[in-house]
């Protein structure tokens, strides 16, 4: 079983490029000044949140989103992306993006919620867009069915993110993630707002109800316990084929090596 | 006499006076098999082939091979009310409403696959020792015969559960099909007995998977076997091994006991593989329907070299005269497997062609004494192993940070680049091999201790090899059994010249070491 | 020192060296246990296969290392029958090994050649008994027997002809016609140009004709990508960007390498990539083929809406969709 353990072991390269991520951060950005004050108070009013987030935004986002967030040569305007976009891309680190690579890749929030929450504010006062979501308002439990779910997904989402939604290769380095282990209301947001090289699904397309159903599939496919034993990272007969020779014959060949070997 | 002592002899004697088998037996009850792990790669296959018969009768009691549309309703909820074929439904059935089912099923594939790593590990062990030479060439072609016919039964195997990906698989068939120049769309439509997917295609394939190429493969397996026993097993060169003899263990009791344990040991692993490791969950993939497909879509990896040659495919097709030549399918999907497959098989008579050697070959080549052959097979492995890489490469790029770009350019430059570079590089080693052979013999092995002479100069001690040792590493190449020199009429012509060219090229070996050698080093050794 | 070359000589068979078990009454005793306990173990082996066969029910999980959440009647079945065989085998093995004779035996070969005598015998049997058949002196019969069995094969193969029918025009047809609605997949509703923004995707197939089925087979070649850009993004001659509505892009998304469903779109790059050969079209210049194998666009559908609002074909492909044939035109894409 060796085999599939160092297999997985490349995960553990996830923890030190969040590190070097911040480092560069740190560095390239001057996220300094972005980073979470301590004394970030409660806020009420909406107005009260809007400014705080237009504050945060204009220190640690609009030196690449430019100061009123019309866009830049290197990043998007935001203008109309609604907070389910903010809410997405700062919610799960991948704004403010640690270097220009093919792809902002997840990593530890440099926002906590709070001035996630500001900046979604912030963005969605500039024009009208996707509204974030919670957890809680996703009821996927009561009104989905993982059935349907299932069928979307395989005709939606599994030419990507794979059958079992562990990702996939896309062109050029870019890749579709792993989708286990996501929060759902991290799913619904990247439906309706299709970060980066993700296309939107909009509620005509794939109704709210049916994203409920693809969440529901989804952590299903998340606690899918394993029937037939060690999972091989359920990316099909690539990882078969090498465990079946490595381990298969392996195994077979030492038997051979000690039924030929003299005995003392 | 105790009692069962006397019911065997009354039985054996009542079979012998109807048969006569006494005499047969006696001879061949008896008969020597060399003891080498290697030689066990082939017994691992044929292991594999019965555990396949065993598991694949096991299954075929549940498996409904038919593409009638059903709903599901069994016990595994996430696909509880979606249609399906009655093949996907009944797998699903076979692994989770049958108590041991989904075992039987992994075992079969495991086994499948087990199949395939052993048939190619034997015939890697063939090519590389030279155990295809006369008198062994038809079993040779028996082997090249029961690997192709491997690849096509474990495509059909996998097919059948008509799962997401197995029916993207069979999509794929069916374009290669689709692509044969004349005559395409009319074989894909006899094939499919319409249009694809239909319904007549898994049932079809399920009597070919079940019946036909397995009854293929006990013929020819039996004929592969009846030729070894008959010809005697070859073996390994060392001291009192000859062309002329065969030294090993008698079949009754020692190779009985381990033979017959190892197909126990061979069923123990894929068991245990079955147990642990999880196989084709075609109930992750989902139903087959043409509009849908999973990032990572690759068949096993017995098909993935192929499919990494089609990926690397230049874009290239022929538009003329209102018709079109797909040569992007063609060529890396049916001229270049043609081609290695015919040279695979035609190999033996191609090296006795070249050599001119017409003799029987009982003793094994050291690979490094056949310099030219292993670089030709490690040449060919290397092809074969950069077309898999690219048939996995959307896996590779996620799993190590590159890109499918990336790894395909290496591909489509490696394709033609690293055989060439790996044919070199593995002749020089195995030169290099023969000259550390020659070297130990004359000089001894390295002790590591170091003496100091009268005239306080250091020096290494060797110790001088035993003979069995200096046997086995200079047995080779005794005068009558280099390579024979063409006759100046076989080089005649450009076929000719070609065989004369290989023929010299053949003949760059570094000597090995003689008696004579050694004497005339004296006592400047140690 | 003569001008001879002396090789090496085969100094023979090493002498036979003992094993423990040969000479050490207790030795042989410990390897006699050892056998004994390894068929022991395959025996226990079988009692767990069975214990696990009826006493484990089949949805009960246990979290392990390695392997995560597993099924524990699967897992325990697997290992008692690995048990169970495993063992056997070893047992067998190391009796072999430890306690069946260990002496090398050495069995003579004879070269295949037969004798020369028995090799003329069989030419003059050949001759003598092949001969009274008169193949040799009787032409007729022999180019008859030609004929006959250089046929014999044909009506086989005559037979296999109905396992299918003839294609015809298949390859070249499919369900889209002027007008036809585009239906979302898998919910089967129509879709209007509002319901994409910039940036988004929709799966379509074909509305059919009422009571027309929906195939597999009509799938396979009627499944539509639909892709909404900034209608700035196009690279697209005239005629092309008057096939698309309001920025709204249609592609056959079935390959025109091998059929695959090729629907991974990147919506910053407009890419659609295929993963099973990793064929790669750029959406903004009508699906042209920039990397990989396949040698054809996928084909353009032309779309607009109808009166009601709702997009429709503006007519049918212009090309046969997916993979290519022999009878496929391509001169003109």
Redesign the interface.
């Given at each position: 079983m060796k085999r599939i353990s160092s297999f997985r072991r490349h995960r553990i390269a996830g923890p030190i490029l969040v590190v070097a991520a911040l480092f560069t951060i740190g560095t390239a950005f001057g996220v300094a000044s972005a980073l979470p004050s301590a004394q970030s108070t409660m806020t009420t009013g909406t107005s009260t949140l809007v400014s705080e987030g237009k504050a945060i935004f204009l220190r640690g986002c609009s030196s690449c989103h430019g100061l009123h967030a019309e866009g830049g040569s290197i990043a998007p305007s935001l203008i109309g992306v609604g907070s389910a976009s903010v809410d997405f891309q700062v919610g799960t680190g991948r704004m403010p993006m640690a270097d220009m690579s093919q792809q902002a890749m997840q990593k530890k929030p440099v926002y906590n919620a709070q001035e996630t929450a500001a900046l979604a504010a912030y963005v969605a006062s500039l024009a009208p867009g996707p509204s974030s979501v919670t957890n809680e308002s996703l009821t996927y439990e009561r009104d989905g069915n993982s059935a349907l779910g299932g069928q979307l997904f395989r005709t939606n989402c599994a030419m990507c993110h794979n059958f079992a939604g562990q990702g996939g290769a896309l062109t050029n380095g870019k890749y579709a993630p792993s989708l286990m282990g996501v929060e759902p209301k991290y799913i619904y947001e990247a439906m309706v707002t299709g970060p980066q090289s993700m296309p939107k699904f909009t509620d005509a397309t794939i109704t709210p109800q049916e994203k409920l159903s693809i969440i529901k599939w989804l952590q299903a496919a998340n606690h899918e316990q394993n029937q037939g034993g060690a999972s091989l990272g359920r990316v099909g007969p690539v990882t078969e084929g090498l465990l079946g020779w490595v381990l298969g014959l392996g195994l077979l060949i030492g038997a051979a090596a000690w039924l030929a070997m003299k005995a003392k | 006499m105790k009692k069962s002592v006397k019911v065997a002899g009354a039985t054996a004697n009542y079979v012998d006076e109807r048969t006569g088998a006494a005499k047969w037996l006696k001879k061949n009850l008896t008969k020597v098999f060399p003891d080498h792990w290697s030689f066990m790669l082939g017994e691992i296959a044929l292991y594999s082939f019965v555990i396949l018969l065993l598991t694949g009768t096991f299954l075929t009691f549940w498996f409904d091979p038919s593409q009638r549309e059903v709903v599901y309703n069994g016990s595994y909820l996430p696909l509880s009310g979606v249609h399906m074929s009655a093949a996907y439904d009944s797998t699903l059935h076979l692994s989770f409403d049958v108590r041991g089912g989904l075992l039987m099923r992994q075992i079969h594939h495991w086994a499948a696959l087990i199949f395939m790593s052993a048939i190619v590990a034997h015939l890697f062990r063939v090519f590389f020792t030279g155990a295809f030479r006369k008198p062994r060439e038809f079993n040779w072609l028996i082997g090249v015969g029961l690997l192709t016919f491997g690849i096509v039964e474990g495509f059909l195997g996998y097919s059948l559960p008509d799962d997401l990906l197995s029916g993207t698989g069979i999509r794929i068939a069916e374009a290669i099909l689709q692509a044969i120049p004349v005559v395409g769309s009319y074989l894909s439509f006899f094939a499919f007995g319409g249009a694809f997917p239909g319904t007549a295609f898994i049932p079809r394939i399920f009597i070919v998977h079940v019946l036909l190429l397995p009854g293929l493969f006990l013929a020819l397996i039996t004929i592969h076997l009846m030729l070894v026993w008959y010809q005697k097993h070859t073996q390994y060169p060392g001291p009192g091994r000859t062309e002329k003899n065969v030294v090993g263990y008698p079949l009754m009791p020692v190779y009985m006991a381990k033979a017959g344990g190892f197909f126990f040991v061979v069923f123990g692993v894929t068991a245990f593989l079955g147990a642990v490791a999880s196989i084709n969950p075609i109930w992750l993939y989902g139903p087959y329907t043409p509009g849908q497909i999973s990032a990572g879509s690759q068949p096993d990896w017995y098909m993935g070299w192929l499919d990494g040659l089609v990926r690397a495919a230049p874009p290239l097709e022929t538009h003329a005269f209102g018709h079109t030549i797909s040569w992007n399918i063609l060529i890396p999907g049916l001229i270049i497997p043609g081609i290695l497959f015919t040279g695979m098989a035609l190999y033996p008579f191609i090296e006795s062609w070249i050599t001119g050697d017409k003799r029987e070959h009982h003793l094994l080549d050291r690979p490094r004494n056949a310099p030219n052959r292993t670089a030709l097979g490690v040449t060919s492995i290397t092809f074969i192993l950069v077309s898999l890489v690219n048939g996995g490469n959307d896996i590779i790029a996620t799993h190590f940070h590159l890109t499918i770009n990336g790894i395909m350019w290496f591909t489509r430059v490696g394709l033609f680049v690293l055989p060439p570079i790996a044919f070199v590089v593995t002749k020089r080693i195995c030169l290099s091999l023969q000259r550390a052979d020659r070297d130990l013999v004359l000089h001894g092995k390295e002790t590591g201790r170091l003496v100091m002479m009268p005239n306080g100069e250091m020096l290494e001690v060797h110790e001088p090899l035993s003979d069995a040792k200096k046997w086995t590493l200079t047995q080779h190449q005794l005068p009558e059994a280099l390579p024979a020199p063409l006759p100046p009429s076989a080089t005649v012509g450009l076929k000719g010249k070609i065989r004369a060219r290989l023929n010299r090229a053949n003949a760059v070996q570094i000597p090995a070491a003689t008696l004579t050698d050694l004497k005339e080093l004296g006592d400047g050794h140690h | 020192?003569s001008n001879q070359?002396?090789?090496?000589?085969?100094?023979?068979?090493?002498e036979h060296v003992h094993?423990?078990?040969d000479v050490d009454p207790k030795a042989e005793k410990r390897a006699e246990r050892q056998v004994a306990v390894l068929f022991l173990l395959s025996a226990a082996g079988t009692v767990l296969t069975i214990a696990a066969?009826i006493f484990i029910k089949?949805d009960k999980?246990t979290y392990l290392p390695?392997?995560?959440?597993?099924?524990i009647?699967?897992?325990f079945?697997?290992?008692g029958?690995?048990?169970s065989?495993?063992?056997?085998?070893?047992?067998?093995?190391q009796?072999?090994?430890?306690l069946?004779?260990?002496q090398?035996?050495?069995?003579?070969?004879h070269?295949?050649r037969s004798e020369e005598a028995d090799r003329e015998d069989f030419v003059a049997t050949l001759k003598e008994y092949g001969g009274s058949a008169g193949l040799g002196r009787r032409s007729l019969i022999k180019r008859s027997m030609g004929v006959a069995l250089g046929l014999v094969g044909l009506s086989p193969l005559v037979l296999?002809?109905d396992?299918?029918?003839?294609?015809k025009k298949?390859?070249e047809t499919n369900s889209w016609a002027a007008g036809t609605k585009l239906l979302?997949?898998?919910?089967g509703t129509p879709?209007?140009a509002?319901?994409?923004?910039v940036?988004?995707?929709?799966?379509v197939?074909p509305e059919l004709p009422a009571g027309t089925e929906r195939t597999?087979?009509n799938?396979?070649k009627d499944?539509v990508l639909l892709?909404r850009l900034r209608p700035e993004d196009f690279n697209l001659d005239a005629e092309r960007l008057s096939w698309t509505h309001e920025g709204i892009i249609a592609f056959s998304?079935?390959c025109t390498?091998?059929?695959?469903?090729v629907?991974?779109?990147?919506?910053?790059?407009h890419?659609l990539?295929c993963?099973?050969?990793?064929?790669?079209f750029d959406v903004t210049r009508a699906a042209k083929?920039i990397?990989?194998?396949?040698?054809?666009p996928l084909p353009q559908l032309a779309i607009t809406v109808d009166a009601d609002g709702y997009l429709v074909a503006k007519q049918p492909f212009t090309v046969p969709v997916g993979?290519?044939?022999?009878?496929?035109?391509?001169?003109n894409g």
């Open positions: - | - | 020192m070359i002396e090789r090496f000589q085969d100094p023979g068979l090493p094993r423990n078990a066969y089949s999980y390695v392997m995560g959440s597993t099924n009647q699967q897992l079945l697997g290992i029958l690995t048990a065989t495993l063992f056997i085998g070893l047992g067998a093995i009796w072999a090994k430890k069946m004779p260990d090398e035996v050495i069995a003579e070969r070269e295949f296999l002809r396992t299918g029918p003839l294609p298949f390859f979302l997949d898998p919910a879709i209007k509002s319901d994409l923004e940036g988004a995707v929709a799966q197939l597999l087979e799938t396979g499944a892709i998304k079935i390498h091998m059929g695959c469903a629907a991974l779109y990147e919506q910053q790059t890419h990539l993963p099973c050969h990793q064929s790669t083929v990397f990989g194998p396949a040698a054809r993979p290519s044939f022999w009878e496929r035109n391509s001169s």
